[in-house]
């Protein structure tokens, strides 16, 4: 066993995207352009919203990776130009593979709208290897019930298993090159260690508490740990912590392909970018009906 020590520690900025919507964002950014095959991971809040408040994003494209939305809290409403439509409440999971293009819209749900109320959850963008990523449009959804978790014996850690396998624990979600996604929560004395291939990108997202990771570096909430060679994930929360620490912790294989990309679309050469804005352009992604 080899463990991973963190090798660089990026404060994730506080951006405002599509609507309006406060995020945290780790990468991209110009420190970190990307994080193969992850192209970008925001918190979206947590943010109260008062009564009329709630913003999202409006009908907007994607071509060429995968949306996953996951909620903790609050209620979001989901459209798209092949005529789904659903609702995430907390703890759902929305693994979207928008592949040769959807059309979406991805608003707080119509009570959050009106009443307002705390909205808190993340979006993370897949990168698809070049063979798929005119793949057919593909929705897989995991509600909170039947998302797996996994526990260590003396009770003080979870995982939810989003994708990938932890302490034995398999996901539901079949992802199209090798993933793992946890969302991890360690309970004051807790800790655990995870499988992470050596031949993975793996980071950790802390976004609550503080956590000790690979054994060595403490690292407060809102800080994203990119994780040097081994093949273990070494996680503990000290046993005087006065609150327990959440993080999420990704890994993948890495495509090492190019990423040539314009806003909702990443392809792998520029003019294939071009081809996704004029398709774009002349209607061929449908629009969502009303
Ligand atoms: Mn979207």
Not at 231 to 258: Q, Y
Request: charge should be negative; glycine fraction near 12%.
């Amino acid at each position: 066993m080899s463990i991973r020590t963190p090798v660089r520690l990026i404060n994730a900025r506080r951006t405002v995207e599509g609507g309006g919507f406060v995020v945290r964002r780790p990468f991209p950014t110009p420190e970190l352009p990307l994080f193969d095959p992850f192209l970008l991971l925001d918190e979206m809040g947590p943010v109260d919203y008062a009564a009329g408040q709630a913003v999202g994003a409006p009908d907007h494209p994607h071509r060429g990776f995968e949306t996953v939305t996951y909620l903790l809290d609050g209620e979001f409403e989901h459209e798209d130009s092949a005529g789904n439509r659903g609702k995430l409440n907390p703890g759902d999971i929305q693994w979207m593979t928008a592949g040769r293009g959807v059309v979406h819209s991805e608003m707080p749900s119509a009570r959050v709208r009106q009443e307002g109320g705390r909205v808190h959850g993340f979006q993370l963008w897949v990168n698809l290897p070049s063979r798929d990523k005119m793949t057919a449009p593909r929705y897989q959804d995991v509600s909170a019930a039947q998302l797996p978790v996994a526990s260590t014996p003396d009770g003080r850690t979870t995982v939810k298993v989003i994708a990938g396998e932890a302490l034995g624990v398999a996901a539901r979600v079949e992802t199209r090159t090798p993933i793992v996604y946890f969302d991890v929560l360690l309970r004051p004395g807790g800790n655990v260690l995870l499988p992470s291939p050596a031949a993975f990108n793996a980071a950790v997202y802390v976004f609550e508490g503080t956590v000790r990771v690979g054994g060595e570096r403490d690292v407060e909430e809102g800080t994203f740990v990119l994780l040097g060679d081994g093949d273990t994930i070494a996680l503990a929360c000290a046993a005087d912590a006065k609150s327990p620490a959440r993080m999420l912790v990704l890994g993948g294989e890495p495509l090492n392909e190019p990423v040539a990309r314009y806003g909702p679309f990443v392809m792998n050469t520029e003019a294939e970018i071009h081809q996704a804005i004029a398709d774009y352009q002349s209607g061929h992604f449908g629009g969502i009906a009303r």
